[in-house]
């Protein structure tokens, strides 16, 4: 069968994951980083005074000076389940031959932590370096967060000579807004506020990943 959204991308916190709305924010609140720093890069980088790389720099040295480790970070990410359904939907549409991709602003820890294994075809994330203490040693941003995660999914259909129409996405908040706008179909799962409905063509408000396959067919 062909199908009609041959690849599908999902965001993370939020949508395949419960129990944190963001990732960072469980991170800098669970090391006990320096708040008003923090505060500072966040703005910032809104302000367009910093780049992204830079905000993603300045968010792992404050977790460093605070002695965030790999294991630290794990034993947070406990509180962090995959979203009901999800480990169904993924093996559903792995069956069906789809392209399952990962497009998120969270950090690639976290989607190893949640699906151990799980081969996903393309993961646009971000990524973090760890030494053999297990003490943070750098990482690689994303180019593909906030409004750029439209270009990411430009990027995954061109990789797979696919058009946006064909392309699915499925995102919660309103960093993911450009992208459910450009996505071929985009669900809001869970969504946080009514702007995220609003940029969707479909949404989802029950907490069970399972009620999109109908929706991908």
Known sequence: MKWRYPLVAFDLDGTLAQGAEFVWSLLHEGFGVDAERRAWARDAFFARQITYREWFATDLELLAAQGATRQGMLELFRRVTPTPGAREVLHQLRQEGRKLAILSGSVDLLLEHLFPGFAFDHVLINRLRFAADGTIAGGVPTAFDLERKADGLAE??????LALAQ??????????LA??????????FNPRTPRV??????????LDLRLALPLLR
């Open 156 to 161: 995954l259909a061109r990789r797979e000579g």
């Open 167 to 176: 392309c699915a996405f499925l995102g919660d908040h309103e960093n993911d």
């Open 179 to 188: 992208v459910l706008r450009a996505a071929g179909l985009g669900i809001a």
């Open 197 to 206: 409905v609003a940029a969707a063509d479909a949404a989802i408000t029950e």
